[in-house]
């Protein structure tokens, strides 16, 4: 035991920073997408929902619904429309209330926006 | 292993021997794959010529069926000595077939499993577990083929004690941060008398959903079935597709897959130390290999950009190649980290006190089951699947297996460090050789002809196998997948019934390092 007590107090405090400010390796973590819904048809959105693997997306008329606790981030949404979806970047997701967590994405209609409910995505 | 005598074909008289026995069924050979045709009425006959044959193991057992044709039996057989894989097939036209447990238990599992998919069953009277259907009334599953006519009655429920023993129910759910997981646990106090497993909580009929999917489709969620050690079951999908599809994936997208199962291998060995640590409450030591773990990660990621190496693999080729600057760079330190803290683990007596002698495997159990990996390594059983069916980039580079005596918790912990070493060893090499993306052809690509392959990957727990089929528009009609978990849990509790008490059983399952996300699949 005393060979692990002074191994402790040789290697220090091994920690991060992190909340005070992110960790370096926090750019290499997959984060949820990030929608354009600008860029976004139902065509396509229908095209995002098929690939989603945990059910995240929904359609609903006109409108992208995505459930950001729903999300892992596995990236099949970027790389199946890679025009209309980014990483977010964002990796802080936590809410006090479920509701927040659900996100509406209104798309648009042969170019033409529809102003069908908020646009906010993580 | 021993050395056999080779012909000009590079295989034994033994083997041309065991083929020309089979041979009279009808067989083919597709590189180190053999197919034979075996007819039911000779099936006994055939597993047990096999069974016989040097070096022969049972590596896995599965069936399919199509709405309108009868149950086809596969018997996977790993020819190490030989360098080559034997599938028998086997028409099964009736409700029963041969009882193959009898004469290679390694088969019983999966016996149980063909049971609750297809309906059909070992003759005889033999009680069979339960694998993957929970013991509620009328619940059900979505099934490979058809409904069997009643429920499993399991050899182990319900369970008969007697004296002082009793019996303690542990789980489903544990402890934070582990996967859930029923143990019946038989005890007359703290010794542990019996054990028994159930793993139905986590079934997520994986194989069922893989069904219409392309290969590419099917990867994303193959790679995912196990979550830590993504890169060997992937490999040996992939793999399997890549027979079926006729690719041949470049040499140096084989090296970055390589890279990312050696890299795999590392982290989840340190992870190994890091839960015997804790389940012998050495907190510091968990401390010192979570260190390790973290910064493996970080490798990980920086290497491949993910933590978990997922999204490396690629049907026909890797999709991404190895940073081999970062590798080059962080790979020495990040081991080094595991180094020091495994050489201060294996001079803590009051650490080795508790490994030694501790969930004691045999040879020969470990050989019965059909157990692969670091636990069959721990018995002194040189299976390795790089070593034994290499792919293209082992080939060359002669992979040193690590093996240990005395089958009990030590013997894998020192597998786990040697396996460590060697992987580092490994990846200098392919970097050396060069790595990077690259396809053999478009993904997904769709044969002529309905086709299937055998794939194969040793991953960080030991052999993966994966066996699919395809149809005419390169959809999959069938797909197996065999992790490594599937057959080592079937020696934990041979393990954990070895002269153990209750306390051994966390640090026996952190020397295991298993999935049950993996075996319940």
Known sequence: MPLWFVRGLRRGVVTTRYPARPDDSAALLPTPPSFRAEALTVALADR??????????????????YDVGACTACGRCRAEVPAAVTDSGQFELAATVRARLIKHVPLTHDGRHLETGEKDSP | MTAVQRDQTGRDPGLAGLLAGLGQYGRAADGPVITADVPVTRLEEAVRRIAAHPGARLADMFASATSHDPVVLRLVWGLDADHAYLITESVIDAERYPP?????????????????????????????????????????????GHAPAGPPVGVHAPHVVGGHAFEFPFGPVRQVGVESLYYGLVTSGEEVVDLYLFTWHKHRGMEWRLQGRTPRDALFHVE????????????????????????????QAERARAVALELDRLYNHAAATAALCQSTGLVIGQAAAEIALERLLRLNAAAFGHRYLFGVVDIGGAAVGPDAAALRRDLPGAYGELRRAADALLTTNSFLDRLEA?????????????????????????????????????????????????GDVLARFRVLLAEAAESVRLIEEMLEAGTGPGRAGPPGHPSAAPASGLGWAESCRGEALAWVALDDRGRITRARLRPASVRNWRGFDDACRSQNVFTDIPIIEASFWLTVAGTAR
Do not use: M
């Open chain 1, 48 to 65: 995002l929902v098929a690939v989603c693997p945990s059910r995240a997306l929904t359609r609903r008329r006109e409108v992208l619904v």
């Open chain 2, 100 to 144: 193959l447990s009898d004469i290679a238990p390694a088969a019983f599992h999966e016996e149980c499993e063909i049971y609750e998919q297809f309906g059909i069953r070992p003759a005889g009277a033999k009680p069979l577990n339960r694998v993957a259907l929970p013991p509620i009334p009328g619940f059900d599953l979505p099934r490979l």
């Open chain 2, 224 to 251: 995912r079935t196990e979550g830590l050690g993504a890169v060997g079951p992937a490999w040996a999908f992939a793999a399997a597709a890549e027979t079926a599809l006729g690719l041949d994936p470049p040499a």
């Open chain 2, 358 to 406: 501790t969930g004691i495997l045999s040879q020969e159990a470990a050989r019965r089951l059909g157990l692969v990996g670091p636990v069959a390594r721990g018995t002194g059983l040189p299976v390795d699947a790089r070593a034994d069916h290499p792919a293209v980039p082992y080939a060359a580079l002669a992979p040193i297996v690590a093996t240990a005596d005395g």
